[in-house]
């Protein structure tokens, strides 16, 4: 994670922009007399956005009951391609 300040940020922008992207890095933009900011790739907020959806309200539940069950051995292995064929009919078991 890099910090830079407001003013460093400015007069580089291309270039602290550059790095965030090219790095997949996290930017603290320190601010006087204002609070700091963080400036992070799209790609990294997209996954955090899906992470926040996926371990709250119901999928939370869902996703934890599953993984409990993985954790005491109760799986059921899947032949991927078989899924995808049927799904493609709209054909779901």
Known sequence: MKVVNYTDLRLNLKFWLDKMVNDVEELIIKRKDNKDLVLIPLE???????????????NREVLLKSIAEAERGKIVEQNL??????TKYNIIF
């Not at 990294?44 to 119901?58: D, H, I, M, R």
């Not at 391609?81 to 049927?86: C, D, K, Q, W």
């Open 81 to 86: 391609m078989r899924i995808l064929s049927f």
């Open 44 to 58: 990294e907020y997209n996954a955090l956005k899906e992470t926040t959806y996926l371990l709250s309200g119901k």
